[in-house]
């Protein structure tokens, strides 16, 4: 099923004492829920874990045993009134809209951060946080136990081994696109990486969407080696791309948290979004973020804006190649991921 095709699922029948968590946002969003999402599960543990958010992502969260169910839910709109004895739990924000919308299904329980507007009590939500950090200390304020290593996908060593015993390095995965065109690096950029790479040697694939097709033929079309495709893959299947792929360069978008949850080589491009705030969280030797913005600025643009932001336009080709080319020359040794993630100069 191409990527961006309609979601198609059947809509999950609500059982008494389901633990029902909205998080009705993108695959990035979803993969950084994945730590609370676990240690939900461990709180919980005889009862069904239930997903309300978009039919692709639930699908893969659910195929990878994360979820039980799948809620389909293209965004915040109403949820069917809830049975006795459901726990509601808001990973998608801080409200007042997501806590309210559960708030009218009239859940046992609601487990989200503190909102007045809402009448809700919980923590504090603290703005400068990391998002899978976030998600965690709203979990274990409700008695769960969750750490940024339930981000994985698989253990660190399988991803090692996988590494070590391929007679070749993996494919390049280079994923150009992002939501907002903010986070969109230059195309004339992308194809010279995509180039480079290629002429040393590298299968290099380009993916996206289909929607995202005219930006895939822009960097691939015409340059040997260098294969387009977007629009082929859905999300599973980009998912296992991602898993046996040797590199994957992209933007600040789902595609860089799948490579950290598989524990794949990536060269992530960040702006104007520190990526101490959305970067990999773990693994930080498998993992190279650049970014040209002073972390502590306090602000650094708008990462929903419809012009290319000035601190990712900073970015350099070569910078980018010499990230890639050094993963992938590098045997990854394991190191514990640092608090504040590393700023490139």
């Given at each position: 099923?191409?990527?961006?095709?309609?979601?198609?699922?059947?809509?999950?029948?609500?059982?008494?004492?389901?633990?029902?968590?909205?998080?009705?946002?993108?695959?990035?969003?979803?993969?950084?829920?994945?730590?609370?999402?676990?240690?939900?599960?461990?709180?919980?543990?005889?009862?069904?874990?239930?997903?309300?958010?978009?039919?692709?992502?639930?699908?893969?969260?659910?195929?990878?045993?994360?979820?039980?169910?799948?809620?389909?839910?293209?965004?915040?709109?109403?949820?069917?009134?809830?049975?006795?004895?459901?726990?509601?739990?808001?990973?998608?924000?801080?409200?007042?809209?997501?806590?309210r919308l559960l708030q009218q299904a009239r859940p046992e329980r609601q487990i989200a951060f503190a909102a007045l507007e809402a009448g809700?009590?919980?923590?504090?939500?603290?703005?400068?946080?990391?998002?899978?950090?976030?998600?965690?200390?709203?979990?274990?304020?409700?008695?769960?136990?969750?750490?940024?290593?339930?981000?994985?996908?698989?253990?660190?060593?399988?991803?090692?081994?996988?590494?070590?015993?391929?007679?070749?390095?993996?494919?390049?995965?280079?994923?150009?696109?992002?939501?907002?065109?903010?986070?969109?690096?230059?195309?004339?950029?992308?194809?010279?990486?995509?180039?480079?790479?290629?002429?040393?040697?590298?299968?290099?694939?380009?993916?996206?969407?289909?929607?995202?097709?005219?930006?895939?033929?822009?960097?691939?079309?015409?340059?040997?080696?260098?294969?387009?495709?977007?629009?082929?893959?859905?999300?599973?299947?980009?998912?296992?791309?991602?898993?046996?792929?040797?590199?994957?360069?992209?933007?600040?978008?789902g595609v860089a948290h799948l490579a950290t949850g598989w524990a794949v080589p990536s060269v992530v491009l960040f702006g104007p979004v520190?990526?101490?705030r959305w970067g990999p969280a773990i693994d930080a030797d498998l993992h190279t973020v650049l970014w040209h913005g002073d972390p502590d600025?306090?602000?650094?643009?708008?990462?929903?804006?419809?012009?290319?932001?000035?601190?990712?336009?900073?970015?350099?080709?070569?910078?980018?190649?010499?990230?890639?080319?050094?993963?992938?020359?590098?045997?990854?040794?394991?190191?514990?991921?640092?608090?504040?993630?590393?700023?490139?100069?």
């Amino acid at each position: 099923m191409p990527a961006d095709a309609p979601d198609e699922a059947t809509a999950v029948t609500l059982r008494p004492d389901d633990i029902l968590v909205l998080r009705a946002l993108g695959l990035g969003d979803a993969l950084t829920g994945v730590a609370a999402l676990r240690g939900i599960r461990r709180r919980y543990p005889d009862r069904r874990l239930v997903l309300a958010g978009p039919a692709a992502t639930g699908r893969l969260l659910r195929g990878l045993g994360v979820v039980d169910e799948v809620l389909p839910l293209p965004g915040l709109v109403p949820l069917p009134e809830f049975p006795p004895g459901t726990v509601a739990v808001n990973l998608h924000g801080r409200g007042p809209t997501s806590h309210r919308l559960l708030q009218q299904a009239r859940p046992e329980r609601q487990i989200a951060f503190a909102a007045l507007e809402a009448g809700h009590d919980g923590p504090h939500w603290r703005a400068a946080e990391h998002e899978v950090d976030r998600w965690c200390r709203l979990v274990r304020h409700a008695g769960a136990d969750c750490t940024r290593e339930d981000l994985r996908l698989r253990p660190r060593a399988a991803a090692d081994g996988q590494r070590r015993d391929r007679s070749g390095p993996g494919p390049v995965l280079v994923h150009p696109g992002a939501a907002s065109a903010s986070r969109h690096w230059p195309v004339e950029r992308w194809r010279r990486v995509a180039a480079a790479l290629a002429a040393g040697g590298h299968r290099v694939l380009v993916t996206g969407s289909a929607a995202e097709a005219g930006l895939g033929e822009a960097v691939a079309g015409g340059v040997a080696g260098v294969e387009d495709h977007t629009g082929v893959h859905d999300v599973e299947e980009l998912s296992a791309l991602v898993r046996d792929a040797g590199l994957v360069l992209s933007g600040d978008t789902g595609v860089a948290h799948l490579a950290t949850g598989w524990a794949v080589p990536s060269v992530v491009l960040f702006g104007p979004v520190p990526p101490a705030r959305w970067g990999p969280a773990i693994d930080a030797d498998l993992h190279t973020v650049l970014w040209h913005g002073d972390p502590d600025a306090g602000t650094w643009g708008d990462p929903h804006g419809d012009t290319l932001d000035p601190l990712l336009e900073k970015i350099t080709v070569d910078e980018v190649l010499e990230a890639a080319r050094t993963q992938l020359h590098t045997v990854p040794t394991p190191t514990p991921a640092p608090e504040r993630i590393h700023r490139e100069p």
